[in-house]
């Protein structure tokens, strides 16, 4: 099959960028081993979720606006994250609703891919030659598998991995209580929220949490830790990358 | 609740059994997303013409003599109850399970008024010889173990012989049983209003409606103007809906219509027949073209049930007559923005409710806009002043990038407060370590790279 050079225009969200590095050089990597241009603007730090879930849309949109400013032009942009994918391609038309750039976050919206979405349903590639001895389970991300409906494509992608055992949990689809600002103002049923997660997760015995969204690896990898826990938990893309 | 690991650990199983149930019934669907879809788009006509199926439901309901009463507010509707009642004068009154009585306080008001209360589910008994107020909309004593029933019973009603379920409920059968033959009014609340046949319908599992209903010489049945559906033949989908959503059955128990009172040749039946028809800001969800969908919901609790939050605070955590998801999407409409509020962001908005709906109200999203509502009607000096310094922060690639370099410098200082009052991440840091911040961001490396 050829394939066709296309030019990729990554969105690293900010937490991604400052915490979890290796998952977005992971996410270079495989996009450019598939002979595609990758790009990434330096000026896009953030989609602006925290501000639009905490209700304050007017700051939401002072972020979001120098998002659409800085994809205007892309033609296909790859975000390292179910839960900020989801907010430019579900909620931006609606935060930008009668808006001067409606229009724009429409368009913005319709060009858009979560990163495991995008390699199985636009690329059509499922096996990227990767290797990862180990035992894992996977969670599904809440805007990724209900906004996004992504479901099958990570598990594609993991079915194609060379000595992995993918264990499914009970939870796999239930929320871990991160919820971006809940998890700080409602810390106390965020946190019992995170115990039934990793609760169900450990019951796997697998040695890692894969999932395609950082932020809640995030909250599952805090509890984890505190907990003295040995699972660990890891990107999508550093596993497609392992050998 | 959150730190009573029993209890959750009680609702988790509770649930889990729901889960299974539900599934089963749902996969005797033919096709249970066509089914929600079919639901919510009848719902909707049904809500989007409600002044029409309204006044067809009136008319119907009072052309075979019953009395249909329109109530603006909680208190008009207890008012106009109490007032049957007195007129009636009648002493002991029967209810089976309503939540829109719960809504209005309705038994408080009757009982204020001098007159006996019992609720005769047997969900409903128990949390009313409990003084507590019903658990979820659908199952009100789930909270409950069998030997707390137990020993409520022998406390309260002086019998109880083991923890046998069927044991328990022939205690409360023999207690309710009086209870039906003393009563001189009967209170339901209903399922739904049919508007073509001018009919109320209600669904239950233990025969208690039907006696109240039957038994007592008054019946009065107070409903929600949101519980009219247009046509009869819309049951065959809404009463298998409503049973496999709220407990995973193929049907309840018992479904009954009800066309008004005794008519000239019948046999039985209720010698009057009251309707009341109860607005309490429903129709300002009416006006509200956004959120107007919530007025589809058919109180299955399957919302509840496979909300993540329910289940780890439990239904009185609330503090509210609707909990769960739909609670937190209508109590401020219901109740007041500014003071339920906090409902609306105590979510993750995970989005399993509105996956759950059958008749697919829109419910996450409902509670984003509610916090829109609320942050733009009363925004909070603080929290504003943080989103508008971040947006500053994240729009600026130099202090950004000086954001992480001083983040990780001084992250060092953090380890020795982690979770203690002096830190100022200790929402976060009671209970969670923090994600280390890279040495190396990743558009350094991307900078580098290039």
């Not at chain 1, 609606?94 to 390699?119: G, I, M, Y």
């Not at chain 2, 008024?113 to 789930?142: K, N, T």
Request: hydrophobic share 40%; net charge positive; charged share 25%.
């Amino acid at each position: 099959m050829r394939i066709q050079r296309m030019t990729i225009t990554l969105f690293i969200p900010c937490f991604v960028d400052a915490l979890y590095p290796r998952a977005g050089m992971s996410v270079v990597q495989i996009l450019e081993r598939l002979g595609h241009k990758v790009v990434c603007p330096k000026e896009i730090a953030c989609c602006g979720q925290p501000a639009f879930n905490s209700g304050y849309w007017a700051e939401a949109r002072a972020v979001a606006v120098k998002v659409l400013e800085h994809l205007k032009d892309a033609e296909t942009v790859v975000i390292v994250s179910g839960s900020c994918g989801a907010m430019v391609k579900n909620f931006y038309p609606q935060l930008f609703a009668s808006t001067p750039q409606a229009e724009l976050a429409r368009q913005v919206a319709t060009r858009v891919w979560e990163f495991s979405d995008f390699l199985v349903t636009k690329l059509g590639v499922t096996d990227l030659g990767a290797r990862f001895p180990a035992r894992v389970t996977f969670h599904d991300g809440c805007h990724g598998l209900r906004e996004l409906g992504i479901k099958k494509q990570p598990r594609a992608l993991l079915a194609k991995v060379r000595d992995l055992q993918l264990i499914e949990m009970t939870e796999a689809e239930t929320c871990c209580g991160f919820g971006g600002t809940f998890s700080a103002k409602f810390p106390a049923i965020s946190t019992a929220m995170g115990e039934v997660k990793c609760a169900s997760a450990i019951e796997t015995g697998a040695d890692y949490i894969v999932s395609n969204d950082l932020s809640c690896l995030m909250h599952q990898q805090g509890l984890l830790s505190r907990q003295g826990s040995k699972l660990k938990t890891i990107h999508l893309a550093e596993v497609l990358t392992g050998k | 609740m959150t730190r009573d690991l029993g209890h959750r650990q009680h609702i988790r199983a509770a649930l889990r059994n729901y889960e299974i149930a539900r599934d089963k019934r749902k996969a005797a669907f033919q096709d249970w997303q066509a089914a929600r879809q079919a639901a919510a788009e009848t719902k909707w006509e049904a809500v989007n013409h409600l002044d029409q199926h309204l006044v067809e439901l009136v008319t119907k309901l009072e052309s075979r003599g019953t009395r249909v009463h329109w109530a603006g507010t909680g208190a008009q509707a207890c008012d106009i109850i109490a007032g049957i009642v007195r007129d009636r004068k009648a002493r002991s009154i029967i209810k089976s399970k309503a939540m829109t009585s719960e809504e209005i306080h309705l038994n408080e008001a009757l009982e204020h008024a001098g007159f006996d209360v019992v609720e005769s589910d047997l969900g409903e008994f128990i949390v009313q010889l409990r003084h507590e107020p019903p658990y979820h909309i659908v199952f009100p004593s789930m909270h409950l173990t069998r030997g707390e029933i137990r020993e409520l019973f022998q406390r309260e009603l002086g019998d109880a012989p083991s923890d046998n379920p069927e044991e328990l409920t022939m205690v409360a059968r023999r207690v309710l049983r009086k209870k039906y033959i003393a009563a001189d009014v009967g209170i339901t609340g209903a399922n739904f209003a049919i508007a073509e046949t001018g009919m109320i319908s209600i669904t239950e599992n233990e025969g208690n409606a039907r006696l109240t209903a039957a038994l007592p010489k008054t019946m009065i049945a107070l409903l929600g103007i949101e519980k009219v559906l247009p046509r009869l033949e819309d049951l065959a989908l809404f009463l298998p809906m409503l049973a496999t959503a709220g407990a995973g059955q193929p049907m309840s128990g018992y479904n009954t219509l009800y066309g008004g009172p005794r008519q000239p040749g019948e046999c039985d039946g209720p010698e009057e027949f009251h309707v009341v028809l109860l607005d309490n800001h429903r129709t300002s969800l009416l006006a509200d073209a956004e959120q107007r969908d919530t007025l589809h919901c058919i109180r299955c609790g399957a919302c509840l049930n496979v909300c993540p939050i329910f289940r780890n605070v439990g239904g009185h955590t609330y503090g509210t007559t609707y909990s769960g998801p739909i609670g937190s999407v209508i109590t401020p409409h219901l109740r007041g923005l500014q003071d339920w509020k906090h409902l609306s962001f105590a979510s993750s908005l995970c989005g399993a409710c509105t996956e759950a709906c059958p008749v697919k109200i829109d419910l996450h999203h409902h509670l984003l806009q509610n916090r829109r509502n609320a942050s733009d009607q009363k925004p909070s000096f603080f929290e504003r002043l943080a989103h508008r310094a971040f947006a500053v922060i994240a729009n600026s690639t130099v202090l950004w990038s000086l954001g992480k370099k001083l983040g990780w410098l001084f992250q060092p200082l953090q380890r020795p407060i982690k979770g203690t009052a002096l830190d100022p991440a200790q929402a976060w840091t009671k209970t969670r370590d923090l994600a280390p911040i890279a040495r190396e961001s990743f558009k350094d490396w991307w900078r580098k790279r290039k």
